[in-house]
């Protein structure tokens, strides 16, 4: 009865947001699975296509819900509810759907864009406009690995069972994974990672509410942390150009009104606390300390044991007392064992 029972238990305990998102997939998958079964076609009001999303703009958002496979299907259904639902208990109803909605929603619009780019450069509508199907969820997963780059970037996990790595290194190697297999070819879906990766960052870095801490009754927004800066998702010979873009891009922003404003440069270094964004700075500090105390374990070396019968005795500190003004020690004894300093 208990087996039976747990799945259940599994559902109920399931915030509402991560228990409908998960259901809506399952079904529209489901429906996909079953029209492609049944002999129908192209299914534009299912999936976005760059060509007809005109007549079905819904599909900006909705394509989300469908996987056209069984391993997409599968690496969703493992991957994405858990993650929602830990993001959901950490930041609310509220904030969950709207990251779900802008990440999937604005990379979408992007794709199709960017379609529309390439067939006024190449007149191939065959191609880029009617040949190109984006759906599924690729964009949300890239999206949530950034959510937990700024949240537990120390984290460690393991890649199927095997690889183990930082919650940190995941979106570029993610990212590294679309880049090849878009240069190879596989434009479609795989090129949406590139769009869920930077609009995932933008929100959370300037638009994301952070409801958990208010300070003097004033709503912040984002992370301005130095640490989940642009400039910290690449190498250090990239920096200076992507300083600079990054910089004029914010300021035009700024200018225009179209992100909260905050104190001191985003990409210039300067580092600005923000209210709500305490848990992620507290993890980042907590992992830098654990980092430091290992080195210092690592490289204070012990000496060879003493062949003194006494080496495993430690002798006891010399004794200063103090009366009349006049301080008098007891000697210490000749012999100091130093076979264990390191207690």
């Known amino acids: 009865m208990a087996i039976l029972s747990s799945p259940l238990q599994i559902i109920s305990s399931t915030p509402p947001v991560t228990r409908g998102f998960t259901a809506a997939t399952v079904a529209l998958s489901a429906l996909y699975a079953w029209l492609r079964f049944a002999g129908v076609g192209a299914t534009p009001y299912l999936t976005l296509i760059p060509g007809l999303s005109f007549l079905y ?23 994405v509810p858990p993650s929602l639902r830990y993001l959901e208990r950490l930041w609310g109803s509220i904030e969950t759907i709207k990251f779900i909605v802008v990440t999937v929603t604005f990379s979408n619009i992007i794709a199709f864009g960017f379609n529309w780019i390439e067939f006024i450069a190449t007149r191939n509508a065959d191609m880029f406009l009617y040949g190109m199907q984006y759906r599924g969820q690729m964009s949300l997963q890239i999206g949530i690995m950034v959510a937990f780059t700024q949240l537990i970037p120390e984290h460690q996990v393991q890649v199927m069972g095997v690889l183990k790595t930082r919650v940190k290194s995941l979106p570029m190697a993610y990212l590294g994974l679309s880049t090849v297999l878009c240069f190879v070819g596989f434009q479609c879906p795989w090129i949406i990672i590139q769009f869920g990766w930077f609009v995932g960052w933008v929100y959370l870095r300037f638009y994301k509410k952070n409801t958990s801490d208010v300070v003097g009754g004033m709503v912040t927004y984002g ?7 642009l400039l910290s998702w690449f190498p250090p010979f990239a920096h200076y150009p992507i300083s600079l873009l990054g910089n004029t891009v914010y300021s035009l922003a700024n200018r225009l009104h179209l992100i909260p404003t905050t104190q001191g440069d985003v990409e210039s270094g300067i580092y600005t606390q923000v209210p709500g964004s305490a848990r992620a700075e507290a993890e980042r500090r907590r992992a830098m300390a654990l980092k430091a105390l290992d080195q210092r374990l690592a490289n204070s070396a012990s000496p060879a044991p003493s062949p003194n019968p006494g080496a495993g005795r430690s002798s006891p500190p010399p004794l200063v007392r103090e009366a009349s003004g006049s301080k008098t020690s007891d000697k210490a004894p000749a012999e100091v064992d130093l076979g264990d300093t390191t207690k």
């Open 223 to 229: 992370d301005r942390s130095e640490t989940f800066s």
């Open 57 to 79: 703009p819904w599909t900006l958002f909705t394509s989300a819900f469908v996987e056209t496979n069984v391993f997409e299907f599968i690496a969703t259904i493992i991957f």
